[in-house]
């Protein structure tokens, strides 16, 4: 590993995927690992060149470097509660293990009492505050977000410091602050001693600009900085809500400095990756997005046919238990198993909205049982046509374009004009790609659109996407990000 650490061409992730692998067998031709997680696999063999130089060096001889996909034979108990020696064979190799007392430095003295560290206080609200029910216990697996739950796990156990900053990304409603809320419950409840902030970005500029602009007391702003310099992890959400607040932006990573030079531990979200928070009007620049950069990061990405059964499998099962548990009518009704099917059929990719197409379908449930009825195929779909309504919006070229313009950061001439570089291609390619998803134009109206285009030229494009889409699951992710936010606006 330390022929690898010392590589430029290979990145923190990778090299935390290869630490998570487990080794298998070795013989003269070939060193083979192991591991549970399919895009780990796929990632790491992207660099078995690199790994193959490095072996050959440790060696001195040719290795093949193998990475062998294994099932994962644990079984995952759908429930409220889970008892230690289940936890314990749940999570094996991943769960972080009770903390351990090593030698403590003399804590940092908090700042004096006075009225500004009082003000500061009140905007930073109470640091042990939690939701109880944002667990790691609760939080669904999948191979789209087993590596950033297993992150997460080590962060909150104190381990692995080099994951700091941890910068878990991905769009909206895949369970990136369950994960943050989780590493928060995790400390409050095994390791008190360790302060503690969890804050939503938009919370977080409102406290800088209140305290920097307060005229009644004027430590206000010092005060406030020192309370956040004086924890052991900082966790803010949605840090995309930073992007334009340039002053706020300052003060964080100012913050982020202190922080990172004691040792502390920073954790972060956002629905884009470091790189992409730097483009169009944003005020982070180069050096924030490459300091929000420079630990691990890693993606959720959206959950796939299985990962969505087994949420709704999860959430039918503990909905009805807190029913049951907390006497609520009207949620108790039974879904059969093949109508849980269809239903992960019809859901759409948001984790949040899956949660409450659940509920909605339980209570159905409900009303029909009520009536000696049961559960319908076309109850589900109404109810899934409910959450994820189609053919209502129109979305034309123009705002596809502007649309995909302003993510990639390409101007529109570069978008339909001739240059051939690859951010344009790509930009390209999912412009008209979308067009073609979201639009009723021809093939010949969309080569138009984009510059005059042929028909042949458009045909490629949209395989170019679909192909990619299959073999990458990031720019899948990317690509569906952008599809959202375009329909939600319109």
């Given at each position: 590993m330390a022929l690898l650490s010392a590589r430029d061409d290979i990145n923190r992730s990778t090299l935390a995927m290869i630490e998570s692998c487990t080794p298998v067998s070795m013989d003269d031709e070939s060193f083979h690992v192991s591991t549970t997680l399919g895009f780990a696999q796929r990632k790491i063999s992207q660099q078995a060149r690199i790994i193959e130089e490095c072996l050959e060096q440790a060696s001195f001889q040719q290795l093949s470097f193998v990475v062998d996909l294994v099932k994962d034979t644990r079984t995952i108990r759908v429930s409220n509660e889970v008892s230690p020696e289940e936890l314990r064979a749940l999570s094996a190799a991943t769960t972080p293990a009770a903390p351990v007392q090593a030698p403590v430095a003399a804590p940092t003295p908090e700042p004096a009492a006075s009225d500004g560290l009082a003000y500061a206080e009140q905007l930073a609200g109470e640091i042990t505050q939690t939701d109880s029910k944002l667990t790691f216990e609760r939080f669904v697996p999948g191979e789209e977000n087993r590596y950033a739950l297993e992150a997460a796990k080590q962060v909150a156990n104190g381990d692995y410091k080099s994951y700091n900053p941890l910068f878990i990304y991905g769009k909206s409603g895949l369970g990136k602050t369950h994960l943050l809320r989780a590493i928060q419950n995790y400390i409050a409840k095994n390791d008190p001693s360790r302060r503690c902030i969890y804050k939503a970005a938009a919370d977080f500029v409102d406290e800088y600009v209140i305290a920097a602009t307060d005229r009644t007391s004027t430590s206000a702003s010092s005060a406030l900085s020192a309370r956040y310099q004086n924890v052991d992890v900082l966790i803010i959400d949605d840090i995309q809500n930073m992007m334009t607040a340039g002053g706020t932006i300052r003060f964080f990573f100012k913050t982020f400095n202190t922080l990172v030079d004691h040792n502390k531990?920073?954790?972060?979200?956002?629905?884009?990756?470091?790189?992409?928070?730097?483009?169009?009007?944003?005020?982070?620049?180069?050096?924030?997005?490459?300091?929000?950069?420079?630990?691990?990061?890693?993606?959720?990405?959206?959950?796939?046919?299985?990962?969505?059964?087994?949420?709704?499998?999860?959430?039918?099962?503990?909905?009805?238990?807190?029913?049951?548990?907390?006497?609520?009518?009207?949620?108790?009704?039974?879904?059969?198993?093949?109508?849980?099917?269809?239903?992960?059929?019809?859901?759409?990719?948001?984790?949040?909205?899956?949660?409450?197409?659940?509920?909605?379908?339980?209570?159905?449930?409900?009303?029909?049982?009520?009536?000696?009825?049961?559960?319908?195929?076309?109850?589900?779909?109404?109810?899934?046509?409910?959450?994820?309504?189609?053919?209502?919006?129109?979305?034309?070229?123009?705002?596809?374009?502007?649309?995909?313009?302003?993510?990639?950061?390409?101007?529109?001439?570069?978008?339909?004009?001739?240059?051939?570089?690859?951010?344009?291609?790509?930009?390209?390619?999912?412009?008209?790609?979308?067009?073609?998803?979201?639009?009723?134009?021809?093939?010949?109206?969309?080569?138009?659109?984009?510059?005059?285009?042929?028909?042949?030229t458009v045909k490629h494009s949209i395989a170019w996407v679909d192909s990619f889409k299959k073999k990458d699951r990031n720019f899948h992710d990317r690509v569906e990000t952008l599809r959202d936010s375009i329909v939600d606006a319109t």
């Open positions: 531990q920073i954790v972060l979200a956002a629905d884009r990756s470091p790189s992409q928070l730097g483009m169009g009007d944003s005020k982070f620049d180069e050096r924030d997005t490459s300091r929000m950069d420079s630990g691990l990061s890693v993606s959720i990405q959206v959950p796939d046919y299985e990962l969505k059964l087994n949420l709704i499998n999860t959430f039918y099962e503990r909905m009805r238990q807190d029913a049951l548990d907390e006497h609520i009518d009207g949620v108790v009704g039974t879904i059969p198993e093949e109508m849980r099917r269809l239903m992960a059929e019809r859901a759409g990719t948001n984790i949040r909205v899956i949660e409450g197409f659940v509920q909605s379908c339980l209570m159905q449930a409900n009303r029909r049982e009520r009536a000696g009825q049961s559960i319908t195929r076309t109850d589900i779909i109404d109810v899934a046509n409910q959450k994820w309504p189609t053919g209502q919006r129109i979305v034309t070229v123009d705002h596809i374009q502007r649309s995909v313009e302003k993510y990639y950061d390409v101007a529109h001439a570069d978008l339909i004009g001739s240059k051939r570089n690859k951010e344009l291609m790509e930009a390209r390619h999912v412009g008209i790609w979308l067009t073609r998803a979201l639009t009723d134009n021809t093939l010949a109206e969309i080569g138009k659109k984009f510059g005059g285009r042929t028909h042949a």
